[in-house]
């Protein structure tokens, strides 16, 4: 998984038509906590770097990672699972390093996470404060979502395809695409 290129798809181009589906990351609310049903089996494990304004997987070697290579942040360890909110609607929980420790079952290899219940909150009741995760006895739910592959519905959310050529950044350009300040003569 982590060995993925960073293909990305140019801005004015349409992705293909075969796509994954689009399903949107769980937002968790600083005020109370989320409580969503697992439809993932399993947690995805993988680093990331939030690089040219896009999330990007980090891949090994750190010479073919564009981020490394660029020097940029050290990639993040984050979770992803599919979830169901109480609509029934799918979205996928991003769950940090940090949560996922304070809830070692969610790391748990032998476990199969389908059907749970994750209450995701944040401690410090802030929108991008630390979250904590719990892992509870799921709901006798009739009608659970089928478990989908999450990571081509990732790569398709990261801008990632393999039809496209990579995009690199430009020497120098911290954010390609943006303006320069005017200089002062």
């Not at 798809?9 to 969503?36: A, K, M, T, W």
């Not at 929108?127 to 398709?156: F, Q, S, Y």
Request: with cysteine; glycine share 6%; net charge positive.
């Amino acid at each position: 998984m982590a060995d993925v290129p960073i293909d990305r798809i140019p801005r004015g181009v349409n992705p293909p038509r075969n796509r994954p589906p689009c399903i949107d990351f769980l937002r968790v609310s600083p005020y109370q906590p989320s409580s969503v049903v697992l439809v993932s089996g399993k947690l995805i494990k993988t680093e990331v770097h939030y690089w040219c304004e896009r999330t990007v997987p980090h891949t090994e070697p750190a010479a073919s990672c564009a981020p490394c290579r660029d020097g940029w942040q050290r990639p993040k360890w984050y979770g992803f699972a599919l979830v169901q909110i109480a609509t029934g609607k799918l979205n996928i929980a991003r769950i940090t390093e940090k949560a996922a420790e304070s809830c070692p079952l969610l790391l748990d290899e032998t476990i199969d996470l389908r059907g749970k219940l994750l209450v995701l909150e944040r401690i410090k009741k802030s929108p991008r404060g630390e979250m904590r995760a719990t892992l509870k006895p799921g709901p006798n739910l009739v009608h659970l979502a089928p478990e989908l592959d999450l990571w081509p519905i990732l790569l398709n959310l990261w801008g990632i395809h393999p039809d496209f050529p990579p995009v690199e950044r430009p020497k120098g350009e911290r954010f390609p695409g943006r303006r320069k300040p005017a200089e002062d003569n």
